[in-house]
């Protein structure tokens, strides 16, 4: 099993550009979510997901979206990327929807917007 | 909203020495966990706590939840270089954990 694969691994893009964060998970979870990490501000939740068709906001959802066509797959998508967005992106999964604790991480994408 | 404490940022310590970190909240969680986030990789989970009062180790590490259920430490004893990372505590809410700050842990060999 690869367990949650991320890429890209680095990203620079100049402001006002859009592209698309993947994640990719082997383990069958129901349970994905995406995460920033900033210095000093640990983790904070962007979009999560309970399953298939299934999206719901987090602590710092404004400008980004997110889908889940497949239980495998759940994309983020930066519209029109600002440097306030410069940040290490974090996708997780579990097999726990209601008690999501036992989160396992992909490896991280390095963003900076410019 | 939702808000976990953590403390303290950063420690530099020896090697073999013993290293306390806490998390406090203004809310309660049911579950309290501890991660740990190695240079340029994700956090893996050290710990998971379940109950007000529980006392859990893992090898090395302590962790303990809270009687008030608002609050957690870990313990890591006799460290190693190895241990070098960012430790964070997370509770969990319904549908999301939410982090604290981390802990960045430096061992001195």
């Given at each position: 099993n690869a367990g949650v694969t991320q890429t890209p691994k680095f990203q620079v893009l100049k402001t006002g550009q859009s592209m698309t964060l993947q994640c990719a998970q082997d383990?069958?979870?129901e349970y994905m979510s995406w995460y920033r990490q900033d210095p000093g501000m640990g983790l904070r939740l962007i979009h999560y997901s309970v399953g298939a068709g299934i999206t719901d906001q987090g602590e710092v959802p404004n400008g980004y979206n997110v889908s889940r066509s497949t239980t495998e797959d759940f994309p983020l998508r930066l519209l029109s990327a600002a440097p306030s967005q410069t940040s290490v992106y974090f996708c997780a999964s579990s097999?726990?929807?209601?008690?999501?604790?036992k989160l396992f991480f992909g490896s991280g994408t390095q963003l900076s917007v410019l | 909203g939702q808000q976990l404490n953590q403390s303290p940022q950063s420690m530099f310590i020896q090697e073999g020495e013993d290293v306390s970190m806490n998390c406090t909240s203004s809310s309660i969680f049911n579950t309290w966990l501890w991660y740990k986030q190695d240079p340029g990789e994700g956090p893996v989970l050290l710990i998971a706590l379940y109950k007000a009062g529980e006392l859990t180790s893992n090898g090395r590490l302590t962790a303990q939840f809270g009687i008030t259920r608002k609050d957690s430490f870990l313990n890591i004893s006799?460290?190693?270089?190895?241990?070098?990372g960012i430790y964070f505590c997370a509770g969990q809410s319904p549908g999301k954990l939410i982090f604290g700050q981390g802990t960045t842990l430096q061992v001195k060999p």
């Open positions: 383990m069958n979870h097999s726990q929807t209601a008690t999501n604790e | 006799a460290s190693i270089p190895s241990d070098v």
